[in-house]
């Protein structure tokens, strides 16, 4: 097999995440589109969908994950045959790791981006995840230099674009989604975050950002529309006091879209699976 054919059919195990199945980006092509939202309730989505799922804060500049997952504290330290391991952090049945752990969050990360690659590479190696489904990362927005080292050393088997309806976001996430593909990471779909405000006291919609944004570019760019995200205050709550939407109030519509959202991923991410291992066959 040749090896731009290797990178083309990808690995659900990678060498340096050996027990992993599955590790997923959470991207969007700029900030404030609520890709640390996305992020945070997927995993908990897939975790009620039975699966053993982790999390890796690798938005290195603002992580976002302890307060948005209700988690404080610090990694225990371990060694294992000599080399130092760190444990991570858990609640909701999800386990993370996230910078934010390991700093206080009063003091902002200055760092190039080799150091900032090297840390994530510590959240890998050095961190005992044991065995899991999903690994999901939440990267950070954009895709400058950063970025782009952080996808290349991270050993990614899909990624989700997050994005809003409006054009402005569009733009922004189409690049996105070309970054992906130059790395050859698969792209299993879009996210329309923030898709439209339901009134609670009329119950009447208002497409604030506008309509049907995402559906267009995944229909453009020849991805999977995985779903949309209504703009309502309860997730923004929920993110702020450390109790996901998911997790709190699982049984409201906003909980049950993103629910179908990650049985969506899981359907496109099982089929991208079966036809790499079609093709490893074939050859």
């Known amino acids: 097999m040749s090896d731009t054919l290797k990178d083309q059919i990808g690995t659900v195990a990678p060498k340096i995440l050996p027990n992993v199945k599955h590790t997923i980006a959470v991207a969007s092509g700029k900030g404030g589109v609520g890709k640390s939202t996305v992020s945070v309730n997927l995993a908990l989505a897939l975790s009620k969908l039975g699966y053993k799922v982790g999390l890796i804060d690798a938005d290195i500049y603002g992580p976002s994950i302890p307060l948005m997952m209700g988690v404080n504290g ?3 330290i371990y060694q294992e045959e000599g080399t130092n391991k760190m444990m991570p952090l858990e609640n909701y049945g999800i386990k993370m790791m996230s910078i934010g752990f390991l700093i206080d969050e009063d003091n ?8 900032a690659s090297g840390a994530l590479k510590q959240f890998m190696s050095d961190v005992n995840w044991e065995e899991l489904d999903y690994l999901i990362y939440d990267l950070p927005p954009g895709t400058g230099d950063i970025v782009l080292t952080l996808v290349q050393t991270i050993p990614l088997s899909g ?125």
Request: aromatic share 6%; net charge negative; charged share 30%.
């Open 108 to 115: 902002p990360v200055i760092w190039r981006g080799p150091m």
């Open 74 to 76: 610090k990694p225990q």
């Open 159 to 283: 990624a989700v674009i997050v994005t809003t309806p409006q054009e402005v976001s569009l733009i922004d996430a189409k690049k996105g989604l070309k970054m992906f593909e130059k790395v050859n990471v698969t792209v299993h779909g879009i996210v329309e975050n923030m898709s439209y405000f339901i009134a609670p006291d009329t119950k009447k919609r208002y497409d604030i950002f506008g309509t049907g944004g995402g559906e267009r570019l995944a229909a453009e760019l020849k991805t999977n529309f995985l779903g949309g995200i209504p703009l309502d205050p309860r997730i923004r709550e929920g993110g702020d006091s450390g109790k996901p939407i998911l997790h709190d109030l699982p049984e409201i519509d906003e909980s049950k879209k993103i629910l179908a959202i990650a049985e969506k991923l899981v359907e496109y991410v099982n089929a991208k699976e079966s036809q790499s291992s079609d093709i490893e066959i074939e050859l």
